[in-house]
Nanobody
Framework: QVVESGGGLAQAGGSLRLSCTVS???????????IGWYRQAPGKQREFVAE???????NYADSVKGRFIISRDNAKNTVYLQMNTLKNEDTAVYYC?????????WGQGTQVTVSS
């Protein structure tokens, strides 16, 4: 089960940290999973935000590069998304995704609202 938390309301220029915890999984499975963050703004398609690969690499969408940081704590089965210098256009529901082999699991999402 993939569960996101940490969303809420922030002012433009502020910060939020999202967490994605994968329960009912083993340490080995989580460590070998690619964990990604995606977001969907009202009236728009879901888009890629950031990913922590099974090899430990990180990838970011151009729109968040330099502002967002993805990190993982395998011992806690958790991936974090530190969001800094937030902009109004970062307002969206943020979803966490776990990929392991043919598994492809999504969380329910957490709302992030940025106000100016």
């Amino acid at each position: 089960q993939v569960v996101e938390s940490g969303g809420g309301l922030a002012q433009a220029g502020g910060s939020l940290r999202l967490s994605c915890t994968v329960s009912e999984t083993t340490y080995a499975t989580f460590r070998l999973s690619a964990i990604g963050w995606y977001r969907q703004a009202p009236g728009k398609q879901r888009e890629f935000v950031a990913e922590s690969s099974r090899a430990g690499d990180t990838n970011y969408a151009d729109s968040v590069k330099g502002r967002f940081i993805i990190s993982r704590d395998n011992a806690k089965n958790t991936v974090y998304l530190q969001m800094n210098t937030l902009k109004n256009e970062d307002t969206a529901v943020y979803y966490c995704n776990q990929k392991f082999g043919t598994w492809d699991y999504w969380g329910q999402g957490t709302q992030v609202t940025v106000s100016s």
